[in-house]
């Protein structure tokens, strides 16, 4: 059994990523070593340029990745030292079950399925319909998520983060649409008290407020699509394996 920081010398479970989302391909791999105990709490990675290596994928990827593990919860990366499987805090795939029971016995498959269907639209509405100051409110959320970044008030961000989705949803200008949202919004505060919000998915938070901006209803469209995409994708390989019981 691995122990300590030692480094493996053995990396024939580092595989090269063939994915068109490279990140989440990082993501999946990484974390489906950690779960076959390739890694063990407290052990350090390989170096991040042999990591690239072996995965066959850039340096921006790869930090792009850690970054988004971090944010997880899964990984420590210390500066002048290293990136570590953290020893202290919950395995994703306990944050899954967690997240399902909060939900209520909600499908968390489906919940994400719905977000999918829903927010996109609104973001595409928003981007018709959406005042200059409606605007202006917009970006202002993302820059005190910026700084509550740089602070680490991880609950902060969760508030700011509903808000962020909040406002696009009142920037959509449709009555009938904010009311179904609005079952939706009850369960999202519950869902980023679990999940938290990473550097990587604020730019994309970023993308889908400036397509707003520009009243690019199809940009806003598809850049909301590809985070609410990208934030599932990072927690798939746990809601499809068999040591995840999410309720039904």
Not at 6 to 23: A, E, G, K, L, N
């Given at each position: 059994?691995?122990?300590?920081?030692?480094?493996?010398?053995?990396?024939?479970?580092?595989?090269?990523i063939?994915?068109?989302?490279?990140?989440?391909?990082?993501?999946?791999?990484?974390?489906?070593?950690?779960?076959?105990?390739?890694w063990?709490?407290?052990e350090?990675?390989?170096?991040?340029r042999?990591?690239?290596?072996?995965?066959?994928?850039?340096?921006?990827?790869?930090?792009?990745?850690?970054?988004?593990?971090?944010?997880?919860?899964?990984?420590?990366?210390?500066?002048?030292?290293?990136?570590?499987?953290?020893?202290?805090?919950?395995?994703?795939?306990?944050?899954?079950?967690?997240?399902?029971?909060?939900?209520?016995?909600?499908?968390?498959?489906?919940f994400?399925e719905?977000?999918?269907?829903?927010?996109p639209?609104?973001?595409?509405?928003?981007?018709?319909?959406?005042?200059?100051?409606?605007?202006?409110?917009?970006?202002?959320?993302?820059?005190?998520?910026?700084?509550?970044?740089?602070?680490?008030?991880?609950d902060?961000?969760?508030?700011?983060?509903?808000?962020?989705?909040?406002?696009?949803?009142?920037?959509?200008?449709?009555?009938?649409?904010?009311?179904?949202?609005?079952?939706?919004?009850?369960?999202?505060?519950?869902l980023?008290?679990?999940l938290p919000?990473?550097k990587p998915g604020?730019?994309?938070?970023?993308?889908?407020?400036?397509?707003?901006?520009?009243?690019n209803?199809?940009?806003?469209?598809?850049?909301?699509?590809?985070?609410?995409?990208?934030?599932?994708?990072?927690?798939?390989?746990?809601?499809?394996?068999?040591?995840?019981?999410?309720?039904?």
């Amino acid at each position: 059994m691995k122990t300590g920081t030692i480094v493996s010398t053995d990396f024939s479970m580092i595989h090269p990523i063939h994915r068109q989302d490279v990140t989440s391909g990082i993501v999946d791999n990484i974390l489906k070593m950690i779960a076959d105990g390739y890694w063990e709490p407290g052990e350090q990675l390989p170096s991040q340029r042999k990591l690239a290596s072996l995965m066959s994928v850039s340096m921006a990827s790869l930090r792009e990745a850690l970054y988004s593990l971090q944010a997880m919860g899964v990984l420590e990366m210390r500066h002048g030292a290293g990136t570590f499987v953290s020893s202290h805090t919950m395995d994703p795939g306990e944050k899954l079950l967690e997240l399902s029971l909060i939900l209520g016995g909600l499908d968390v498959k489906m919940f994400f399925e719905a977000r999918e269907v829903i927010e996109p639209g609104l973001a595409c509405l928003a981007a018709n319909h959406a005042t200059g100051a409606q605007i202006t409110d917009l970006f202002q959320i993302l820059e005190e998520q910026s700084a509550a970044f740089e602070s680490q008030d991880e609950d902060r961000l969760h508030d700011l983060d509903l808000e962020f989705h909040q406002q696009i949803a009142d920037m959509a200008n449709n009555k009938f649409l904010f009311q179904i949202n609005d079952i939706l919004f009850k369960n999202l505060d519950k869902l980023f008290r679990v999940l938290p919000l990473s550097k990587p998915g604020w730019v994309l938070h970023r993308k889908v407020a400036e397509a707003i901006r520009d009243h690019n209803c199809e940009v806003a469209y598809s850049e909301m699509q590809a985070l609410i995409h990208r934030s599932f994708t990072n927690y798939l390989p746990y809601l499809e394996s068999d040591r995840v019981p999410v309720a039904k």
